[in-house]
């Protein structure tokens, strides 16, 4: 059986970049959605340069400054940062400029390519449900022909883990496997450690290091070994144009 784990968030901050990569090194990630336009997504990338992972871009529209300067982007922007994940929430319109969000997802594929020499092996977005920011995820990804991962793919179920604690988690790993209707199944995960920086812009915490304890888990190694589990990368994926 086959199935796509994908840890979200690298270069949020040192503690989400030391969770990833020990999910990567004593677990079963090998997909990742690097942040490109936070401050430790160069670290971020050095930790894995080397290693056999299929390294994507987590667009990002509401945490820490964008690629673009502010006045070319004003509807994503309060003073020279991203808009927090709640005014998006809170919204009753949605107030994304189409045109601006493909202007800043263009900055980060741009700056995704400086970092690591290379183009992201797919695309996916941040925390944002925003239509006119997911439409423009699209667009750019198109353009760049580069695969995009949504929510709501036509042969493809994605979800995402929301248990907390190792038992917990795999219960909900073997129910997200063996109820999807679908042809794939994607199972995003967000390990990390709680440092400073993340309590001071995230309301995802304790969750974090509850993925790294689960991902890397015996209970998890003895379930993958009992169910014969084959994790696969998402550049391997055959996206549908029309999904």
């Given at each position: 059986m086959g199935v796509y784990v994908r840890a979200d968030d690298f270069g949020y901050c040192q503690g989400?970049?030391?969770g990833i990569v020990q999910a990567i090194n004593q677990g079963?990630?090998?997909?990742?959605?690097m942040m490109v336009n936070m401050?430790?997504?160069n670290q971020a990338f050095k930790l894995i340069k080397n290693k056999d992972i299929c390294l994507g871009l987590h667009a990002n529209i509401s945490v820490g400054k964008p690629i673009r300067k502010a006045d070319e982007i004003p509807s994503l922007v309060n003073n020279g940062y991203f808009k927090a994940s709640k005014i998006y929430r809170n919204a009753i319109e949605d107030f994304v400029s189409l045109d601006q969000a493909i202007l800043e997802i263009q900055a980060q594929v741009d700056m995704f390519v400086s970092l690591s020499a290379q183009k992201?092996?797919?695309?996916?977005?941040h925390a944002v449900c925003s239509q006119n920011f997911i439409h423009a995820c699209r667009i750019v990804a198109k353009k760049n022909k580069i695969p995009f991962i949504g929510m709501d793919e036509k042969n493809m179920e994605v979800v995402v883990s929301q248990q907390e604690t190792d038992i917990r988690c795999l219960s909900e790993f073997d129910t997200f496997i063996k109820k999807s209707k679908k042809e794939d199944i994607l199972i995003v995960y967000h390990p990390g450690y709680v440092d400073e920086d993340l309590i001071a812009s995230s309301s995802l915490t304790n969750k974090r290091e509850c993925d790294v304890s689960f991902l890397t888990s015996e209970i998890l190694k003895k379930?993958?070994?009992q169910e014969k589990i084959n994790f696969l990368k998402i550049e391997n994926l055959k996206i549908r144009e029309d999904s």
């Open positions: 989400v970049n030391r079963v990630i090998n997909n990742v959605g401050p430790y997504a992201p092996k797919y695309i996916d977005f379930y993958i070994e």
